[in-house]
Nanobody
Framework: VQLVESGGGLVQPGGSLRLSCAAS????????MSWHRQAPGKERELVAV????????NYADSVKGRFTISRDNVKNTVYLQMNNLKPEDTAVYYC???????WGQGTQVTVSS
């Protein structure tokens, strides 16, 4: 069972990034998936969650209206589209399969001018 994130990087405030998380080793389409983040000196927090068939999503208040979680059950991939990024979005972003308690290795997102 493996989750591999990609798409992080350095972006200016107001910019956009799209994170991807490729899953393998389990029946991806059967499980809810989530994105989390951890900023320096802070606890890891839930950012967004999507159910197995992508008709239900939920977001942290801090990212509502700016971030969109989606998934492709053919490609076994979950995405996080991040728009209007702010410096406070700087963190390591992780994807997770909550039911299997499996985490990816994380990808760094830095928002700075």
């Amino acid at each position: 069972v493996q989750l591999v994130e990609s798409g992080g990087g350095l972006v200016q405030p107001g910019g956009s990034l799209r994170l991807s998380c490729a899953a393998s080793g389990f029946t991806f389409s059967s499980y809810d998936m989530s994105w989390h983040r951890q900023a320096p000196g802070k606890e890891r927090e839930l950012v967004a969650v999507i159910n197995s068939v992508a008709w239900w999503t939920n977001y942290a208040d801090s990212v509502k209206g700016r971030f969109t979680i989606s998934r492709d059950n053919v490609k076994n991939t979950v995405y996080l589209q991040m728009n209007n990024l702010k410096p406070e979005d700087t963190a390591v972003y992780y994807c997770k399969c909550p039911s299997r308690n499996v985490w990816g290795q994380g990808t760094q997102v830095t928002v700075s001018s």
